[in-house]
């Protein structure tokens, strides 16, 4: 290995230069925020109405004016750190190609490269879902957490490993792996959203009956909360799959689909946590605040189960001490 | 208002009542209440957490013993409540259960209410229709039945399911779509509760053992040829499929470069099989990721390890011994342990053997290997005379050697090929030479087909659930001079951003008389 380890190191070099423009946008972000003074950035969808399926109108679209006209500069500011958002995946990809290409596999063959590629994810679903709805408010959140994803891997857990053992070759990996990551990405979304959301809700509850909500700068709780939802809606399904394929893979390794391993244990937990969010969401009394909090203790448990057991727990998913 | 908008459980919960009738009722919309399915999953996801932290006994029972050992107070008394095999203990079967119970409780009467509402048409337009949370009004120029024609063409080029009527507030139209809401819904929790059937059943009448298999040689499907095996409470020794096989090759890779270095890279067993004893044989391979299935049995290759070919001659010069050995391997440079009992020699032998792939000496390990892969193999024996103690009638472990009734006279490290004649003329070891074993798990779990097709019900039925939108609209249409004035409303189940949009669609195309194309 020693011998070509020219695109490993290429493959880390895009990674800390990402790490740099991530910092970079992560500033923009943060201007971004500050420069937003006025009480309005009421964070419409920039998705027309979706409205033609039925009757041959014009889509209503809403008109963006109150943004454009009152906070030029935040906007400016939010402006670049997409970009340096985008440039900073783009990188990312590259590096997380490269690391395969040099492995000559799924670059998903130790904690490094698990890091690596859910940072990826994180910062895919974040701009995906940026496509669709105004979510640059929340770019301050990504971008701290793929930083710290990224500086915890080519710090901590950097490794120049090689191969797969023989229970990680299967294409049920690549299958298991992609979707798990891909759920990584939507859950921190969501996370980030929800706190956000709960900030919002406290700041309706401190407001005196009948007045005005003070200025603030997110999206209204309301609509945080939908978000919230449509994310998790779309992340559950997926979550299962892969709890799912990660079990039909177990068969085919262990002998056994599921086997109470802690990873699987932890896997489970998450996945009635965010089951136990979406009843939440329907029952009177837990909508809200409490489905919140629900769902940010799955969240914890997705991250327990992606960081605490590899690290800490032995298991036959340990990818420590390679 | 339809029942649609109301919540299924935004009913207040109510104390219950006196008398035992009244009261079961009581206890029973309890259970079956959104808010009880969602407190359990609370606590089944709480009552997971134990068992991966603490040791389990199905995975690791020495760590149990261990822990036990270093928590004399906690350690019983966690052991006593199940803490070590929770996902067995009596409790968590008691949060499932009680979860499964609430969710039948639930099924069945949203089934029967869905199964009514599929044959129903929709529901008769209400007098107000914009009293509805979305409701818009424009005039059109159409009488009030063209409006309304039109209306119906629009539903029904999306699929809506419609409803024609007449009152004193005018003719109306009402359409409803997205029952695959409710359908994908009920999929999915029934789904589950056949999963949970599918993996009791495979616990029932599941098996699962464990066998050690030396290259070269052959396995049959009984019960005594495991070394380890366990099956649910419904199964018999005698419902083992007769199949058999022999390990004819086995080969192992593993990591040369730096990285990871002994990291196993590769594993391959070649087999013949047998289906049935007379059967043709046919030869196919097993490896990590690629079991064998054989009868509805599936064979897993979980491990492997060496086996040292050593003869033994006794005091005459004639063989007592000729066999290869499987030793265990104690770390990942696969330093082996082994046993090699000679009841045939006068007096018994008894060797403990260490079997080391890549050798090495160290003042502080003493003789271990550093390479997993032979690279250069050494046997390292220390060799007993004596009784062997096999009639004592206890059960020995072919792994252990009991020196209680015998004598160490030397010990000798070989080389393959090498022989070590024993001292006093006792006989003599001859290291021959080497093969690989096999650790093999063969598994039959008849519950997994029903856990699969549950499982794929699961998800499409979540998706279902989750992405198809349940929808009910009305439009109206009254007289006026000029043409008619022209109400839609729409009412939606959960959240649905664009049923305001859908309500202007269809009010504006009801008003300027669409048709397709
Ligand atoms: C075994 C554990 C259970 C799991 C994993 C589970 C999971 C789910 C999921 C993922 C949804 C979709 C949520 C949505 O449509 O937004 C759902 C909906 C629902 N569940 Fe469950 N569920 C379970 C048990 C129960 C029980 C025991 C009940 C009855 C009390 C129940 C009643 C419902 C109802 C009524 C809905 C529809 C909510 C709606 O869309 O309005 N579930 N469940």
Redesign the pocket.
């Known amino acids: 290995m020693t011998e070509d380890m020219g695109l490993a190191q290429l493959s880390l070099l895009i990674v800390y230069l990402s790490m740099a423009i991530i910092t970079m946008a992560m500033v923009s972000f943060a201007i971004s925020l500050a420069g937003t003074r006025t009480s309005k950035l009421a964070a419409r969808d920039r998705v027309p109405a979706l409205v033609g399926s039925v009757g041959e109108t014009e889509p209503a679209t809403a008109p963006d004016s109150e943004l454009v006209s009152e906070v030029p500069k935040g906007r400016r500011a939010a402006n670049v750190g997409m970009s340096l958002t985008w440039l900073a995946f783009a990188m990312l990809l590259v590096a997380v190609v490269m690391r395969g290409i040099w492995a000559g596999r799924v670059p998903w063959g130790n904690m490094y490269e698990f890091s690596i590629t859910s940072a990826l994810g994180v910062l895919g679903a974040f701009l995906i879902f940026s496509l669709f709805r105004e979510i640059r408010w929340l770019g301050i959140y990504v971008t701290t957490v793929v930083l710290l994803t990224l500086g915890l891997a080519v710090k901590v857990l950097y490794t120049e490993a090689a191969q797969l053992v023989p229970a990680l070759k299967s294409y049920w990996l690549l299958i298991h792996v992609s979707a798990a990551v891909i759920c990584g990405g939507a859950f921190t979304i969501a996370a980030g959203i929800t706190i956000a959301y709960l900030i919002q809700d406290r700041r309706l509850r401190r407001t005196p009956e009948g007045a005005e909500p003070p200025a603030s700068r997110l999206p209204s709780a309301e609509r945080l909360e939908l978000l919230n939802?449509k994310i998790l809606?779309f992340a559950?399904?997926l979550w299962?799959f892969a709890v799912v394929s990660g079990a039909i893979w177990a068969e085919s390794a262990w002998g056994r689909y599921w086997g109470w391993d802690p990873k699987e244990t932890w896997a489970f937990i998450t996945?009635?946590i965010?089951?136990?969010y979406?009843?939440a969401?329907?029952t009177a009394g837990w909508r809200g605040r409490r489905a919140a909090w629900i769902s940010l203790v799955g969240f914890l448990a997705f991250l327990i189960n992606y960081f605490g057991v590899n690290l800490f727990v032995q298991g036959l998913h340990s990818y420590k001490g390679f | 208002m339809s029942d649609l908008a109301s919540?299924?459980?935004t009913q207040p919960v109510a104390p219950p009542p006196l008398g035992t009738k009244g009261f079961f009722r009581w206890a029973w919309r309890q259970?079956?209440?959104?808010r009880?399915?969602?407190i359990?999953?609370v606590i089944?996801a709480i009552a997971s957490i134990p068992g991966s932290v603490l040791p389990q006994q199905g995975l690791d029972p020495v760590r149990v013993n261990e822990w036990i050992v270093n928590n004399p107070t906690s350690g019983p008394i966690l052991k006593r409540f199940g803490f070590f095999d929770v996902y067995a203990s009596p409790w968590f079967a008691a949060i499932?259960l009680l979860?499964?119970i609430?969710?039948?409780?639930?099924?069945l009467p949203?089934s029967f209410a869905h199964a009514r509402v599929l044959r129903a048409k929709p529901p008769v337009a209400p007098r107000n229709l914009t009293r509805l949370p979305r409701s818009t009004e424009v005039s059109s120029e159409q009488s009030a039945d063209m409006v309304i024609d039109s209306a119906e063409r629009v539903f029904r080029a999306k699929r809506w399911r419609v409803r024609r009527g007449e009152d004193e507030g005018g003719q109306w139209i009402a359409a409803e779509k997205g029952y695959w809401?409710?359908t994908g819904?009920l999929v999915?929790?029934i789904a589950?509760?056949i999963l949970l059937i599918g993996v009791g059943y495979g616990s029932l009448w599941g098996w699962k053992g464990n066998v050690i298999v030396v290259s070269g040689k052959g396995f049959s499907d009984t019960l005594t040829q495991y070394d380890v095996w366990g099956g649910g409470r419904l199964v018999s020794a005698t419902d083992l499929p007769p199949f058999s096989f022999t390990l004819t090759d086995f080969t192992a890779d593993f990591e040369r470069g730096e990285a990871q270095r002994g990291a196993a890279r590769f594993f391959e067993g070649k087999l013949t099989v047998r289906d049935t004893p007379g059967a043709v044989p046919y030869d196919t391979t097993i490896g990590v990721n690629e079991p064998l299935s054989v009868d509805g049995a599936k064979v897993f290759l979980v491990g492997h390890g060496y086996a040292p070919h050593v003869i033994v001659r006794d005091t005459t010069g004639s063989v007592v011994f000729d066999d290869t050995v499987p030793f265990l391997p104690q770390d990942g440079s696969f330093t082996s342990t082994g046993v090699v009992k000679v009841p045939d020699a006068t007096p018994q032998i008894g060797i403990q053997g260490l079997f080391l792939p890549t050798a090495a000496l160290d003042a502080v390990l003493g003789p271990h290997s550093t390479f997993p892969a032979p690279d250069d193999p050494a046997l390292f024996m220390s060799a007993w005379v004596g009784d062997l103690g096999l009639n004592s009638g206890k059960t020995q472990s072919v792994y252990r050697l009991d020196t209680t009734q015998m004598n160490l006279i030397g010990r000798k490290a070989l080389r393959p090929g090498e022989t070590w004649d024993l001292p006093e003329g006792l006989g003599s070891v001859e290291f021959v030479g080497f093969t690989r074993w096999a650790s093999l798990q063969i598994a039959h779990d008849p519950g997994q087909g029903i856990a699969l097709v549950a499982v794929t019900f699961a998800i499409f039925g979540?998706l279902l659930?989750?992405f198809v939108k349940r929808r009910r609209m009305w439009v109206r249409a009254r007289p006026t001079e000029t043409g008619s004035t022209v109400v839609a409303a729409g009412l939606a189940?959960?959240d649905d951003e664009r049923l305001e949009s859908l309500v202007n669609d269809v009010a504006t195309a009801a008003a300027s008389g669409w048709r397709k194309g």
């Open positions: 939802y809606t559950f399904p299962t996945w009635v965010y089951a136990a979406l009843h969401r329907t | 919540d299924l459980s259970l079956t209440s959104m009880t399915a969602l359990l999953l089944l499932y979860l499964f609430s969710l039948i409780g639930c099924i949203r809401r409710e819904n999915f929790h589950l509760i979540l659930s989750l189940r959960g």
